[in-house]
């Protein structure tokens, strides 16, 4: 079996195993999510602080995102409308270059960590004004790493300014997706150059 398979698999194991989600799932640690009540962002996101590159050091698995084998992550940008500039990448299986490039927009002036984020390259998701699709709900103090979900926890990405976390950090993180409503077996550590080599639950890690 190839490794796309394998991972084609693994992703399918824990998509549904999302579906399935309950708080004994998650160790009894965290209580269920409330119906229509989703993750609470950062109290406050300096989005002078948060432009630049985040690696993508793990992630709840997504479909549209199965052609990438390693070494994800994001550039954020101003833009002249004073929206993000998004700019997404990864190197494919067959060592290829994937990308795509979008806006994300604050939806939240108070937080400013709740935002609409569009890929005009994406049918339905084309439209610069939406609802909230992307909530910064834990940061590093010294905005080292970050984790992002969305209203319904079924997305999720571990986020983080260098290719590698150290063992404390990752504590932060898993209490940090605990607190969000989520648990860490969603979540599949991403392959990175200098950093992790392998996809594996992050509960297991």
């Known amino acids: ?25 998650a160790g ?13 962002p950062v109290e406050s996101l300096d989005l002078s602080r948060y432009l630049g590159t985040w ?27 004073g929206n993000i500039a998004v700019y997404n990448s990864c190197t494919t299986w067959s060592g290829g270059r994937n990308e795509i490039r979008g ?14 984020v569009s890929f005009p390259t994406v049918p339905g998701q084309d439209r610069v004004d939406g609802p909230t699709n992307y909530i910064v709900t834990a940061l590093g103090p010294d905005y080292s790493w970050a984790l992002v979900t969305d209203p319904s926890r079924l997305s999720g ?6 290719s590698a976390l150290d063992t404390p950090t990752w504590d932060q993180v898993r209490v940090a ?26 509960c297991l890690r």
Do not use: W
Not at 103 to 116: G, I, S, Y
């Open 1 to 25: 079996m190839t490794s796309h398979r394998v991972i084609r698999r693994i992703i399918g194991l824990v998509v549904g195993g999302i579906a399935a989600y309950t708080p004994l799932f």
């Open 28 to 40: 009894g640690t965290a209580a269920a999510p409330q119906p229509g009540v989703g993750p609470a």
């Open 55 to 81: 690696y993508q050091l793990a992630a709840v698995p997504q479909f549209f995102n199965l052609e990438c084998a390693r070494d994800s992550r994001a550039d954020y940008t101003l833009d002249p409308q």
């Open 103 to 116: 806006t994300a927009k604050v939806n939240d002036p108070v937080t400013r960590a709740q935002l609409h």
């Open 157 to 162: 990405f571990v986020l983080a300014r260098s």
């Open 177 to 202: 997706i605990t607190t969000a409503g989520q648990t860490p077996c969603m979540y599949l550590t991403s392959p990175v150059t200098g950093g992790q080599a392998d996809m594996a639950p992050l």
